[in-house]
């Protein structure tokens, strides 16, 4: 089955203490994003990657890092997490980001709930 | 930069009910629209894209928008609605990137809660 698969899919951490959300999509797609939403602001985007080894900052990229190692996964890494991260992480990805529309639709997994106390 | 405008947070409707969920966009380029719909706990779902062509689409679970250029409008219908409709829906556009690649940027979403 065609998916992208976050985890944890719930994880409560403290101030300061490292962490790392996974993300892995098994479609081949070459263009992957992770986004937070928050209550009366949509989602917003924190990174991209438009291949392997390729990653970009979007909207909303302090306090975040990438790694873009390997055409399925892409981790979101949390250095030292602090409260204003608590959110809800949707990873996504599409075929690419150029071309015919089809291959612009992204592709969502089914969140990851954080907070960060 | 392109934008999108959910001016409705909620909506609430009665069961097999008409409704129609607001989105303007803007945008200097011609853009790809989306909606995309989340349920209670789960991610998003694509329900419908604008591609080009014709101005009305339609898309899963009997939802259809209509696209109006000229008032940058990209409406989301459904006749009559069911209880399972109840999610939060999300208005999308997808613009060309400076850089390049394109950027989907996401409305603040619409509630819609149906009520018996």
């Known amino acids: 089955e065609a998916q992208v698969t976050q985890n944890p899919r719930y994880l409560i951490t403290v101030t300061g203490k490292k962490l790392t959300v996974t993300c892995s999509q098994n479609?081949?797609?070459?263009?992957m994003s992770w986004y937070r939403q928050d209550p009366g602001l949509g989602l917003r985007q924190i990174y991209y990657s438009m291949n392997v080894e390729v990653t970009d900052k979007g909207d909303v990229p302090e306090g975040y890092k990438v790694s873009r190692k390997e055409k399925r996964n892409f981790p979101l890494i949390l250095e030292s997490p602090s409260p204003n991260q608590t959110s809800l992480y949707f990873c996504a990805s599409s075929p690419s980001t150029s071309g015919g529309v089809s291959k612009n639709i992204q592709y969502f997994g089914a969140g990851t709930r954080l907070s960060v106390l | 930069a392109q934008s999108v405008t959910q001016l409705d947070s909620q909506v609430p409707v009665f069961e097999e009910a008409p409704v129609e969920l607001r989105c303007n966009y803007s945008s200097s380029v011609s853009v790809y629209l989306f909606w995309y719909v989340q349920y209670p706990n789960q991610g998003l779902q694509l329900l419908l894209k604008?591609?080009?062509?014709?101005?009305l689409v339609k898309g899963i679970n009997g939802f259809e928008a209509e696209f109006n250029k000229s008032q940058t409008s990209f409406h989301l219908r459904k006749p009559s609605v069911h209880i399972s409709d109840t999610a939060e829906y999300f208005c999308a556009v997808s613009a060309p990137r400076r850089g390049g690649g394109n950027k989907l940027t996401f409305g603040t979403g619409t509630q819609l809660k149906v009520e018996l």
């Open positions: 604008y591609l080009s062509g014709s101005t």
């Open positions: 479609m081949n797609h070459e263009y």
